[in-house]
């Protein structure tokens, strides 16, 4: 069984299945994280409409986050992993970054099927509360790299995020 860890927002709860035997590194580094309670009480700091929310940025502005291994850490692209082979769905766990080898702590969650690059590392994938997640997509927003894509006018927070269960930490 793999890891899953429970997300409680202001919105309401969401559950994230990972994928350790195909993000090994990035799935360690969220789980570490997890159990230090790096991304309580964290804002969901972007909202792309149709297409992503963002977290775990400690800092809320995006430009924040930091990582077990120290600043960033590698991506992990195998194109021989189901996650990759699957692609960015809704619901899909990645990695967000700034470029090759840039990942720290924060993440997104897709909103929609999309034939994004693979740039960004496949961690996991929402598997229960995807409506809470559309809830977080459907407010209002600040624009601030277009119109549709921006910060939520209202603080979203992960309240909480713990790890329920796992075989294989």
Do not use: W
Not at 9 to 26: N, R, Y
Not at 83 to 96: E, K
């Amino acid at each position: 069984m793999n890891p899953i860890v429970v997300v409680e927002t202001s919105k309401g709860v969401f559950e994230i299945e990972l994928f350790p035997e195909d993000a090994p590194k990035t799935v360690k580094n969220f789980i570490e994280l997890t159990k230090r309670g790096y991304y309580d009480s964290v804002l969901v700091h972007r909202v792309a409409k149709g297409f992503i929310i963002q977290a775990g940025d400690p800092t809320g502005t995006g430009a924040g986050g930091t990582s077990i291994y120290g600043k960033t850490f590698e991506d992990e692209l195998n194109p021989d992993t189901p996650s990759y082979q699957r692609g960015y769905v809704r619901g899909t766990v990645a990695m967000a970054n700034s470029g090759p080898n840039t990942n720290t702590s924060q993440f997104f969650i897709m909103l929609r099927d999309n034939a994004l690059p693979h740039n960004y590392t496949i961690f996991g994938r929402v598997i229960a509360g995807m409506d809470v997640i559309d809830a977080i997509a459907s407010v209002e927003i600040e624009p601030v790299f277009a119109p549709t894509d921006g910060r939520p006018k209202e603080d979203i927070y992960m309240t909480r995020v713990y790890l329920k269960s796992s075989s294989n930490q």
